[in-house]
């Protein structure tokens, strides 16, 4: 079992950045692939970024690809977001999921495991 944990969202002005954590508990980032999806007001849940069990392998969304970058520190068992250049239309709930094969996924479907959510407004 993974227990996931998100923090860092808020409201941030466009062009802003926000860092969004994920703390996981029950098993070790290095064991599991995560990934950051987010579900925008009305919106179904789409995909925003994904790493690798080894944080060798990466995967983005066109979205958010050059703005965004999801990284894993080991040693506090945590999964981060960066977001910076941030747009109004990335507005919405973000989540993190965590899957136990190792390798990136970037479909809901493909993650066993998911955290509550942090909500991410940008204002315009």
């Known amino acids: 079992q993974v227990h996931l944990a998100e923090s860092g969202g808020g409201l941030v002005q466009a062009g802003g950045s926000l860092r969004l954590a994920c703390a996981a508990s029950g098993r070790t980032v290095s064991s599991v692939a995560m990934g950051w999806f987010r579900q925008p007001p009305g919106r179904e849940r789409e995909f925003v970024a994904t790493?690798?069990?080894?944080?060798?392998?990466?995967y983005y969304a066109d979205s958010v690809k050059g703005r965004f970058s999801i990284s894993a520190d080991n040693g506090k068992n945590t999964v981060y977001l960066q977001m910076n250049s941030l747009k109004p239309e990335d507005t919405a709930v973000y989540y993190c999921?965590?899957?136990?094969?190792?390798?990136?996924?970037?479909?809901?479907?493909?993650?066993?495991?998911w955290g509550q959510g942090t909500q991410v407004t940008v204002s315009s």
């Open positions: 790493i690798s069990s080894s944080g060798s392998n990466t």
């Open positions: 999921a965590a899957r136990r094969i190792r390798i990136v996924g970037a479909s809901p479907g493909q993650y066993e495991y």
